[in-house]
C-alpha cells in the first residue's frame, strides 16, 4: 500500500503501461471488448440502468462506464491510473456520452459520499488489490441502501491457474503476461464472506465461458475460472 491507500504500485504501473490500447477491440485488451456486451446486459438485467445514478470502481479506459451510460445511467468513473483515465476522458469526445472521471480511490469516495450510488460495479479489480475485503467494504459503504453490487473476478482453482494464466497469458496471449498472480486469486466463498460482513446479500453468482477463437463470451453455471456476483444492499445498509 502506498500512504494508507488500497493499491499496489507494480499493478497501477502495470496497467498504465497499456493505457493506450484499453479502446483497441484487437489489441490487448480484446477479451473485455468481447465481455463487455454480456456483462452490461446482466448488469442491466439485474439492475434497470437507465435513470440509476452508477459508480465504476477500476473504471481504467472506460469500457464499462461508457457502455452503462448509453443505457441512460449517470455514471462515475474512478480509478487511481492518471494514464487510464486521460485514455477514457478522450474517449469521450469520440462518443459524445456523459461520464464523470474521477482519480480517487473508493475508500477516500466513500468517507467524502458514502451511501450515494444505486449501482457499484468492480469488475475485474478484487484481484489486483492488497486488501480486496477492504475495497469489498469500500463498494457497500458507496451504495445506497436496497441497491445493487456487481463484482466479477478470477476463482482461485487449478482450472483458473491453467486457463486464466497460464493459457490465456503465456500460451494464446489472450492476455498481457504477468497480469495475474495465483496468490491474489480470490473464491467466491471468500468474496461472499466479505460482502456478508458488511450487510449485503448475495442474490446472483454466475460463471463465465470464452471461446477465443469465435471470440464469444457467454455466462454460465460454473465458476471454476471466471464469476461474476450480484449483491444487494440492505435496506438499512
Known amino acids: 500500500m502506498t500512504d494508507g491507500q488500497n493499491l499496489s504500485p507494480a499493478e497501477l504501473a502495470h496497467f498504465g503501461r497499456l493505457a493506450s490500447g484499453w479502446w483497441d477491440a484487437n489489441g490487448e485488451f480484446r477479451t473485455l471488448h468481447d465481455l463487455n456486451p454480456v456483462r452490461l446486459s446482466w448488469i442491466d438485467g439485474a439492475a434497470g440502468l ?6 465504476d470502481v477500476g473504471c481504467g479506459g472506460g469500457l464499462l462506464s461508457e457502455a452503462m451510460a448509453r443505457q441512460g445511467a449517470t455514471v462515475t468513473g474512478i480509478d487511481l491510473s492518471p494514464e487510464a483515465l486521460a485514455i477514457a476522458r478522450l474517449h469521450l469526445v469520440e462518443s459524445g456520452l456523459e461520464v464523470s ?18 449501482v457499484v460495479t468492480c469488475m475485474e479489480l478484487l484481484e489486483h488489490v492488497p486488501d480486496p475485503a477492504r475495497l469489498v467494504r469500500s463498494c457497500a459503504n458507496l451504495t445506497k441502501p436496497g441497491g445493487h453490487i ?22 494464446a496471449g489472450l492476455v498481457p503476461r504477468g497480469t495475474h498472480r495465483y496468490s491474489q486469486l480470490i ?20 460463471g463465465g465461458e470464452y471461446d477465443p477463437v469465435n471470440r464469444v463470451f457467454k455466462l454460465s453455471k460454473g465458476t471454476a475460472v471466471n464469476y461474476f456476483a450480484h449483491f444487494q444492499a440492505g435496506p438499512n445498509q
Do not use: C, K, M
Open 50 to 55: 437507465a435513470g440509476r445514478r452508477v459508480l
Open 101 to 118: 472521471y474521477q482519480q480517487i480511490s473508493a475508500e477516500d469516495l466513500a468517507a467524502q459520499a458514502p451511501h450515494s450510488f444505486d
Open 150 to 171: 456487481f463484482f466479477s473476478s478470477i476463482n482461485r482453482t487449478p482450472r483458473a491457474f491453467a486457463t486464466a494464466i497460464v493459457g490465456a497469458e503465456y500460451v
Open 187 to 206: 473464491r467466491p466463498s471468500e468474496l461472499d464472506a466479505w460482502a456478508r460482513a458488511t450487510g449485503l446479500v448475495l442474490t446472483d453468482l454466475r
